[in-house]
Nanobody, 124 residues
Framework: QVQLVESGGGLVQAGGSLRLSCAAS????????MAWFRQAPGKEREFVAG????????SYSDSVKGRFTISRDNAKNTLYLQMNSLKPEDTAVYYC?????????????????WGQGTQVTVSS
């Protein structure tokens, strides 16, 4: 089992940057495939980015590709999301999620563990 705690959210102007972190408990972080999801008010939760347990393969939604970068440090049990060129439509609560398995799925139901979320607000 793994517990996830996100941090790094906040208020930023359009065009700015933020880096989210997700700290994981337990000694098996390196065996989990990880992902970031987000949910804006009145909208469904959507996949943002994912990374395999080894860190060697990543996936992004079309809406963030080229602006966001997902990474992980297995020695520190931490997942990151570097967000650049932020837009007002990136405003949402961002969640990290973990699943035991090799593949990065874009559906939230494929993930077993979730953090509590961190709010990102981008002003225009």
């Amino acid at each position: 089992q793994v517990q996830l705690v996100e941090s790094g959210g906040g208020l930023v102007q359009a065009g700015g940057s933020l880096r989210l972190s997700c700290a994981a408990s337990g000694r098996t972080f390196s065996t989990y495939t990880m992902a970031w999801f987000r949910q804006a008010p009145g909208k469904e939760r959507e996949f943002v980015a994912g990374i395999k347990y080894s860190g060697g393969s990543t996936s992004y939604s079309d809406s963030v590709k080229g602006r966001f970068t997902i990474s992980r440090d297995n020695a520190k049990n931490t997942l990151y999301l570097q967000m650049n060129s932020l837009k007002p439509e990136d405003t949402a609560v961002y969640y990290c999620a973990a699943r035991g398995g090799t593949y990065v799925y874009t559906t939230g139901t494929s993930y077993d563990y979730w953090g509590q979320g961190t709010q990102v607000t981008v002003s225009s």
